[in-house]
């Protein structure tokens, strides 16, 4: 499976993006911000970094280019999108899910190794968990704060649209400790914590088994491609 | 810097060459710009005429103490001359470029190095410290390579003091927004509160990068009619005078504010000029590129041409400006940051162009390599620079400082920890030890370190709290280096020759207790005025030891650098030498972390304990004491212990490691408990009778050699033949405990894990804030 990795400027994790969606088994494409093309992709990610150096707000920017419009009518189209904290925050900006993002209720970026509970394993990027799982995931951001109005909380929490609540601690103020959405139709989800960076044995989070062995994150990427192998 | 400083007075136009040779007279302001009467003398000399305005902003920046190294020129040839044929086996590129470059094996090469910010971060620390760590990345782009990695080793002052969380909440929300926003994880660092930092913290950030051999440049301007191009963010009036006025010079109280002397940083700006430099280089669109740091557009014309064929001419008029009222010589002194200075080939500079452009990174071409020998700089078509760069970049002042023996030494080293008393009841013994584990400089520094991004690049295979930081270089191999850095001031107030040694060895100890092999040595030199007579010996002893140790353990230094003027007054700060070593390992998979993970695995103390508490944490801690003389060290001895981490390594029969240092064995048992949660009972029997020490020497002494190991229970019958087999010390002193994670020294007292650890983090939050913990 062709899996799209958007490079802005200022994009930091895409090459983490691209060597997870190897290791899960799907061939990674390298996707430009400022062209019109998907070269043929089947499903995209926007990556953690800071995109336009989070000028204006974090994801504002680079919601505004000219690859964004494609990624819209993908995703109108039922593509799978992830989009992984400024990633995240693109979705939020670009209007593909609902909410916004501020900058953290503590007032400083984070690193941490963050336990989540799976709200919803019925997302194009979500269907390899079960529902309650819980998972740990690294997370570093400094404008993680999920906010919405209360009807749209009080929507996404009825409509099954939230992915992923931080358990043990919320990091960073997110409302009903919210840490990853989805759409209503669930082929696109954004979330704060970065699964990327648990794929890979030795280089992941620390588990109770040993150091640095997580891997949690790599369900993420053989949901979406084992559902394409499926169809 | 005030336009009347550096302009001839009354004079709209600038100071012209022509100017400048009819009249003679005019009275220059070269002392506000730094310059010593004498220096100003010989430029004149060097010129045959007064230096136009243009000129003496030139060369006022690049003879200050920090370009041109003026003061420690004379000692750092020892690093050097003091070299093996061994040492130089694995060095591509040595002392005096950007960064040092050492082969690693597999066509792979590693460059880094570790620069100082101390002043600007004073003064403004966020800014300070953000920029701090955007000189350095340049740096080792210009050598070709992607940067991977970042560490900083941060000073303060007291914690407890009023000033200190405005310094420390600036500086390392400066360090994480720019190294966060670059996309470099920070692998490590040292953080230390002492009261000799108060009024001049020191910020050093260390960069690791990795590049191709076929990928290594240098910068240099060769072949006449090649293009010199300007890119990068627009030139504005920050950072004026930042290199002259404000880090080679002492802070005095109640002077003007330096504050404008602070460059400001973009890193975003910084990131797309990582990546376009790297497509440039890799598309062979240049032929060398200079990172603007110190000193601007006035080192890098000068660095460039001295370099290369000893020729160039600018049009200063096109660099494109922030501020359009800057004058000819803010521009050539403007320290604005991300700015990259590239010598293109003429027929290349199209296909240079569309990659800038791809970037969208600002360019203006800005003259060319010539060879006439001289920089010649024009403004409007009026040359208002005309000179040999080597004067300007190379051929510097050199001093021959006077050097004097601090008397007060002696009476310093005279007073002895050996008078004060030690705990002897399990109640004491385990009560010093808590007041230890919660103080200043052994607590938790996860307030600041959870600030940085330990996982971009997904190559981090060690990183806090390990004795050092670790990066696979090679995906495909698992090749990859570790890095650690080190620096004990106090031992350097007591000694400072012995106290270079130790960290030396501290650092050469922390790299091989995760399994790497030490291969080079980069430095930082912090010190106080060079203009005392007593910091200039400090600084001797300091750069002889250091040479004389690396020559014997055959690790070459291959860059660094030196921070003089670190003093508010006349109080300069203890000597701080930041020691960085390098090591190789052949698959990060072998990598060693600092702490246990399994039930049951044996711990093995390796090397002796000595009475060594002068000095150490302890007497700083307990006994507000410092005296007597640094621990002793056996350079021979630490190489075997690396040998031995080494060979067990390698055969997989190390399931941790970790050094001893500040705080001693008790500290140390305590951090790897606190690593995975894994407790351990231990027994000091064996040491006490071996090396006849009472129980709070062999729980507080900070002798070096030693490090302690856990061995998986099936693979203790070959450790310890290996052991035997090289003669170190070594002594079963415990085993590890997962139903009880706990430290139980026998006989003496025990502690919980829970209070361990709310005893070791409680200590930052406490003064800098909440931190967000289960």
């Known amino acids: 499976m062709r899996i799209g990795v958007v490079t802005f400027p200022g994009s930091l994790d895409d090459r983490d993006a691209q060597r997870a969606v190897r290791l899960a088994g799907g061939e990674p494409v390298a996707l430009w911000h400022g062209s019109h093309d998907l070269d043929g992709v089947e499903a995209i990610i926007l990556p953690g970094g800071f995109s336009y150096g989070d000028y204006l707000r974090a994801g504002a920017i680079a919601s505004l280019s000219p690859i964004m419009s494609e990624v819209v009518d993908a995703a109108g189209r039922g593509m799978p999108v992830l989009g992984i904290c400024n990633g995240f925050q693109m979705l939020a900006e670009a ?137 | 810097m005030s336009t009347e400083l550096t302009q001839a007075p009354g004079t709209a136009v600038p100071d012209t060459v022509a100017n400048a040779a009819a009249t003679p007279d005019r009275e220059q302001p070269f002392a506000a710009l730094g310059l010593k009467e004498d220096e100003y003398l010989k430029i004149r000399e060097i010129l045959g005429r007064r230096p136009t305005s243009g000129e003496l902003a030139m060369y006022s920046v690049m003879w200050s103490e920090h370009c041109s190294y003026k003061s420690s020129k004379i000692y750092l040839r020892q690093f050097g001359e003091k070299v093996s044929p061994a040492m130089k086996k694995n060095l591509m590129v040595g002392m005096g470029e950007n960064a040092g470059v050492v082969d690693v094996g597999g066509g792979w090469a590693v460059t880094f190095k570790g620069e100082s910010h101390n002043h600007p971060s004073y003064i403004e620390p966020f800014q300070g410290a953000a920029t701090g760590v955007g000189g350095i990345v340049r740096d080792i782009i210009s050598m070709g390579a992607r940067p991977v990695a970042v560490m900083d080793q941060l000073r303060f002052g007291d914690i407890d003091a009023p000033d200190t969380r405005r310094v420390v909440d600036g500086v390392v929300a400066g360090i994480s927004f720019y190294a966060n926003c670059l996309g470099l994880p920070n692998i490590g660092g040292e953080t230390v509160f002492d009261k000799v930092y108060q009024g001049n913290p020191l910020v050093n950030v260390t960069s690791v990068g990795v590049l191709r051999h076929e990928d290594l440049h240098l910068a240099n301007a060769k072949g006449a009619g090649n293009k010199v191009v300007l890119f990068g963010a627009r030139t504005g009036g920050d950072g004026i005078g930042g290199a002259s006025i404000l880090a080679s010079d002492t802070f005095s109280a109640g002077g003007p504010t330096k504050r404008p002397s602070v460059q400001v940083g973009d890193p975003f700006a910084e990131k797309v000029l990582i990546e376009c430099c790297l497509e440039l280089f890799r598309d062979e669109l240049v032929e060398g590129i200079q990172d603007l740091g110190a000193a601007g557009i006035s080192c890098a014309t000068s660095e460039l041409a001295s370099n290369g064929d000893g020729g160039m001419f600018i049009e200063l008029e096109k660099v494109l400006l922030r501020d359009p009222t800057l004058t000819a010589e803010e521009i050539l002194m403007s320290e604005s940051q991300e ?16 990659v800038v452009g791809k970037w969208e990174v600002e360019t203006s071409v800005l003259g060319e390599v010539t060879d006439t020998g001289r920089l010649i700089i024009n403004w409007h078509g009026e040359e208002i620079v005309n000179v040999e760069p080597r004067t300007v970049a190379v051929d510097g002042p050199v001093y021959e400082r006077p050097v004097a023996y601090p008397t007060w030494i002696d009476a310093l080293q005279a007073d002895t920890a050996a008078g004060l008393p030690r705990p002897e009841s399990g109640d004491d013994v385990r009560g010093q030890f808590l007041q230890l584990l919660g103080s200043a400089n052994l607590a938790d520094p996860s307030w600041i370190t959870n600030q940085y991004d330990t996982y971009v690049l997904g190559n981090t295979a060690l990183s806090f709290p390990d004795d050092g930081g670790m990066i696979r270089v090679d995906e495909e191999s698992g090749l990859g280096f570790a890095i650690a850095t080190d620096a004990n001031g106090r031992f350097c107030q007591l000694d400072p020759a012995q106290g270079a040694r130790l960290a030396l060895a501290e650092a050469y100890r922390n790299v091989a207790a995760t399994g790497a092999t030490p291969v080079a040595v980069t430095d930082c030199l912090n010190f106080g005025s060079p203009e005392n007579p007593e910091v200039m010996w400090q600084f001797s002893q300091t750069v002889e030891a250091l040479s004389d140790a690396c020559l014997e353990m055959e690790i070459p230094v291959t860059g660094g650098n030196v921070s003089f003027y670190n003093q508010t007054g006349t109080q300069p700060i203890h000597p701080t030498p930041v020691i960085g070593v390098l090591g190789v390992i052949d698959d990060v998979a072998k990598r060693i972390p600092s702490g246990w993970q399994d039930e049951g695995d044996n711990i093995y103390l390796l090397g002796t304990t000595r009475l060594e508490l002068d000095g150490s944490a302890w007497a700083g801690v307990i006994h507000d004491h410092l005296g007597g003389r640094p621990p002793s060290v056996s350079l021979d001895g630490e190489r075997e212990l690396a040998a031995l981490i080494s060979a067990g390594g390698d055969q997989s029969l190390i399931g941790s490691a970790h050094d001893l240092s500040d705080g001693g064995l008790a500290q140390a048992l305590a951090e790897c408990i606190m690593r995975f949660g894994v407790g351990a009972r231990v027994w000091l029997d064996e040491i006490l009778e071996r090396d006849e020490v009472d129980i709070a020497t062999a729980l507080f002494s900070e002798s070096t050699g030693r490090v302690i190991v856990s061995v998986p229970r099936e693979d203790d019958v070959k450790f310890r033949g290996l052991c035997e087999g090289r003669g170190y010390p070594v002594a079963r002193i415990g085993v590890t405990d997962k139903e009880n994670p706990g430290l139980e020294v026998q006989g003496v007292f025990t502690v919980a894990l829970d209070e361990l650890r709310q005893t070791h983090r409680a200590t930052l939050p406490a003064r800098f804030g909440a931190t967000i913990s289960e």
Do not use: C
């Open chain 1, 95 to 231: 209007r593909l899910i609902p909410g916004a993002h501020t900058r953290n209720a503590h007032q400083q970026f984070i690193r941490r190794d963050q336990r989540l509970r799976v709200e919803n394993a019925d997302t194009a990027w979500t269907t390899g968990f079960v529902e309650g799982q819980e998972i740990t995931i690294p997370l570093k951001n400094a404008d993680g704060r999920f906010v919405a109005d209360d009807e749209t909380i009080k929507r996404l929490e009825g409509e099954g649209q939230v992915a992923f609540r931080y358990i043990g601690v919320n990091p960073n103020g997110s409302m009903d400790d919210i840490a990853g959405v989805s759409n209503k139709e669930g082929n696109v989800v954004g979330l704060m914590p970065h699964p990327e960076h648990a794929t890979e044995a030795g280089f992941g989070p620390d588990t109770a088994l040993a150091m640095s062995s997580g891997t949690d994150g790599l369900t993420f990427f053989t949901s979406v491609i084992e559902k394409a192998l499926i169809k």
């Open chain 2, 339 to 354: 700015r990259m200075m590239a010598v293109v080939r003429p027929e290349k500079l199209d296909a240079f162009l569309a």
